[in-house]
């Protein structure tokens, strides 16, 4: 959704880097972009003049002018004023203390509340709450028919007492949901009520009295981001007439400019709680400010990716495939298989690379990447037997065929498969040895890095500090070393001599008991006196 601001504010920045200095042009004329690239994507303008407006003031101030890389201070206040508008800080359901907890959706007709109730059940049900769903739109053909659908696709019971399609009381419904929620241990209660296509005075009296009727802990606007500057007008609206206390933004993953998400919280006051991000019930989630502030300035949103992974992957099997890393073993088609397979839980490819830092400027490349060549990929790995697999340096020209055919593919294919494998596993054997990468030490449990580079440290360790040819130096060491020798006796004790490698003085990345986290430090251990 906010590809084009993205993009945009790119291009501004890369203006800016290299430049030891911004004066006072350079910051008009960054100014100047930014507030195109904020109005071009639909941002509300008395947003856009205070966003302006700080980042001026600050560009100006002392941090900007005294900063070694002037650049990148500008780029850190937009990311900081971009968060403030977004809300700041992460907003957390408020639980009652004694429940249930009451979780009322309102909004337009079309703008998702009950799909968005389905999503947000499961969400809650995957922290341990058990959640109740509440059919009170009874107006909407269907209504409660799609609730109950979203409902057992959610995994979540629901409470429809009325049929609906106009018949039924939607404020009897809300009430008796309560009680009914007390008598089956439901924690959370989220009520679904009635939209209409526009605000109108019936809407809105209707929302006003189940929200006096069932008290609710949080009331939930809910907003389709896809509509523009209409969504500022109608959130204001139904805070005028019904009050909120949180907006939950859907359809985040459409191709609208995504102004609507960055003025709602400026103009009305709520901040954003939840971001729904697809049709899946998993695609939703917490909205966080800070992380969408770094997507828009392709800084990537590396934090949610790792949170996505620790809900997707089961603890053993991470742990199996970590123990495979460390061993000696090579790196087999299988694990690669078992990897691929792990890698697609999280979702589509694109996705994933789009929540990494910097890919934005690849995103023609991204968006071209399609999900069936991994499955074209899982096809012939399939299509090998078992020792082919373990040692694919056995797979000759006829076994490429017999592949090829079994996996519907061309034997080009395979040759690509197994050509780029052999390059994958040569690069797992430098990490495990600590080659293969700049600065990388090693794998843990592999070894503790590169054999070479530790010899010639352990040898310089040993050899110590060598006595100068030139004798006018080697007397000046001489002397410097007594003088070392007084005054560690004047302080008491003599000090260690430097261990050698693997016993306390070595390497990093040593295993636990040779040189490892766990070895004491005895760089400052003194010897008692004679």
């Known amino acids: 959704m906010f590809e084009t601001l993205s993009d945009r504010l790119t291009?501004?920045?890369?203006?800016?880097?290299?430049k030891g200095r911004l004066s006072e042009e350079d910051i008009n004329a960054t100014a100047r972009e930014i507030r195109l690239a904020l109005l071009e994507a639909d941002v509300a303008l008395p947003v856009?003049?205070?966003?302006?407006s700080r980042v001026k003031e600050r560009a100006r101030g002392e941090e900007v002018s005294k900063a070694l890389n002037p650049a990148q201070q500008v780029i850190k206040i937009v990311n900081e004023e971009l968060v403030e508008i977004l809300g700041g800080e992460t907003r957390q359901v408020r639980f009652a203390k004694n429940p249930p907890t009451v979780i009322m959706l309102a909004g337009l007709q079309g703008a998702g509340k009950t799909t968005l109730a389905g999503k947000l059940a499961k969400w809650l049900s995957d922290d341990r709450n058990t959640p109740l769903l509440v059919a009170a739109d009874l107006q909407r053909p269907n209504a409660v028919t799609q609730l109950q659908v979203v409902g057992e696709r959610a995994g979540t019971p629901v409470f429809a007492p009325q049929p609906g399609n106009g018949v039924g009381d939607p404020v009897s419904v809300a009430r008796e949901s309560i009680e009914h929620a007390r008598r089956n241990n439901h924690n959370v209660v989220i009520i679904d009520t009635a939209g209409r296509l526009g605000v109108d005075t019936e809407m809105m009296q209707q929302a006003a009295d189940i929200r006096?009727?069932?008290?609710?802990d949080e009331i939930?606007?809910?907003?389709?981001?896809?509509i523009g500057q209409d969504a500022v007008n109608t959130a204001q609206a139904f805070l005028d007439g019904v009050g909120y206390d949180a907006v939950a933004l859907t359809k985040l993953d459409g191709d609208a400019r995504g102004g609507?998400?960055?003025s709602i919280r400026?103009?009305?006051?709520?901040?954003?709680?939840?971001?729904?991000?697809?049709?899946?019930?998993?695609?939703f989630d917490l909205f966080h400010p800070d992380r969408m502030a770094s997507r828009i300035l392709d800084m990537g949103d590396v934090l949610t990716l790792i949170e996505q992974a620790q809900r997707t992957f089961d603890e053993a099997e991470v742990e199996k495939m970590a123990s495979t890393m460390a061993s000696d073993d090579d790196f087999t088609l299988d694990d690669f298989l078992q990897q691929m397979a792990m890698v697609r839980k999280l979702g589509p490819i694109g996705n994933l690379l789009g929540m990494m830092p910097g890919m934005g400027q690849m995103r023609d490349q991204i968006e071209g990447i399609d999900d069936k060549d991994l499955d074209r990929i899982q096809a012939i790995i399939q299509s090998m037997t078992p020792g082919e697999r373990a040692n694919p340096k056995m797979i000759n020209g006829s076994r490429r065929l017999r592949i090829a055919n079994g996996s519907g593919t061309q034997v080009s294919d395979v040759n690509g498969l197994v050509t780029r494998f052999f390059e994958a596993q040569?690069?797992?054997?430098k990490m495990k040895s600590g080659g293969g990468m700049p600065g990388m030490p090693g794998m843990p449990g592999t070894g503790g890095g590169n054999k070479k580079k530790a010899k010639a440290?352990?040898?310089?360790?040993?050899?110590?500090k060598q006595r100068s040819g030139n004798p006018l130096k080697a007397r000046q060491q001489e002397a410097e070393r007594e003088a070392e020798r007084k005054r560690r006796q004047e302080e008491g004790g003599q000090e260690m001599p430097q261990l050698p490698p693997g016993l306390g003085g070595g390497q990093p990345n040593l295993p636990p008991g040779l040189g490892g986290p766990n070895m004491p430090d005895l760089s400052n251990f003194k010897l008692p006196k004679k």
């Not at 856009?48 to 302006?52: K, N, Q, T, Y």
């Not at 006096?212 to 609710?216: F, G, H, L, M, R």
Request: net charge positive; no cysteine; hydrophobic share 45%.
């Open 457 to 464: 440290q352990a040898k310089k360790a040993k050899k110590g």
């Open 260 to 262: 609507a998400a960055l």
């Open 212 to 216: 006096d009727a069932v008290s609710p």
């Open 11 to 18: 291009s501004v920045f890369s203006s800016l880097r290299g």
């Open 220 to 226: 939930l606007f809910v907003v389709d981001a896809m």
């Open 266 to 283: 400026h103009l009305t006051g709520r901040p954003i709680m939840f971001a729904s991000t697809g049709e899946k019930l998993e695609d």
């Open 426 to 429: 040569k690069m797992m054997r």
């Open 48 to 52: 856009v003049r205070e966003f302006i």
